[in-house]
């Protein structure tokens, strides 16, 4: 069964862990190995809320919601907080545990009255897949200073509130 806790401190060996064992089928983070120490990859400083999943008390998936650096590049009405460092063990993909995770923050975010949104590199096509399938939308692309020339640009997209009634 999976249970979805608030990350701690004692979380970061085997979410760095994780990260590298998932990231050659993943290929997230783009960019591997990582110019930096991985814990600053999973712990950054915009990081407002984050949580792991685990399944028989192994830690099988991340992610945080944090801070939007720049809001005006989501075209956006409402105070925004993104989605960010969602990723799961190979072994538990399609079993629900990234969906857990994202449940998690989004209601995180709209439990706060704010507008959930996410950027995803278009490689990452099963990703982008997934999050239209389930309701988000792409509201405009981005070209950041990291992303490689031979990557397209980031899609930016939001989850627009549930329609009433």
């Known amino acids: 069964?999976?249970?979805?806790?608030?990350?701690?401190?004692?979380?970061?060996?085997?979410?760095?862990?994780?990260?590298?064992?998932?990231?050659?089928?993943?290929?997230?983070?783009?960019?591997?190995?990582?110019?930096?120490?991985?814990?600053?990859?999973?712990?950054?400083?915009?990081?407002?809320?984050?949580?792991?999943?685990?399944?028989?008390?192994e830690v099988v998936g991340h992610v945080t919601v944090a801070r939007v650096a720049d809001p005006s590049a989501f075209r956006t009405e409402g105070k925004l907080a993104a989605v960010s460092v969602l990723f799961v063990a190979d072994e538990v993909r399609g079993e629900g545990v990234g969906a857990r995770l994202l449940d998690t923050a989004v209601?995180?975010?709209?439990?706060?009255?704010?507008?959930?949104?996410?950027?995803?590199?278009?490689?990452?096509s099963r990703a982008v897949e997934v999050y239209r399938r389930r309701g988000w939308v792409e509201v405009a692309r981005q070209r950041p200073d990291w992303l490689p020339a031979a990557e397209a640009d980031l899609i930016l997209m939001v989850l627009p509130a549930p329609a009433a009634g």
């Not at 085997?14 to 110019?35: E, K, N, T």
């Open 107 to 124: 209601d995180w975010i709209r439990a706060r009255g704010r507008v959930p949104v996410l950027d995803v590199v278009p490689r990452h």
């Open 1 to 57: 069964m999976t249970t979805v806790r608030t990350r701690t401190a004692a979380d970061l060996p085997a979410l760095v862990d994780l990260l590298a064992r998932q990231q050659a089928g993943s290929h997230y983070p783009l960019r591997w190995p990582l110019p930096f120490p991985v814990e600053q990859f999973v712990v950054r400083d915009t990081e407002e809320a984050a949580w792991v999943a685990e399944v028989d008390g």
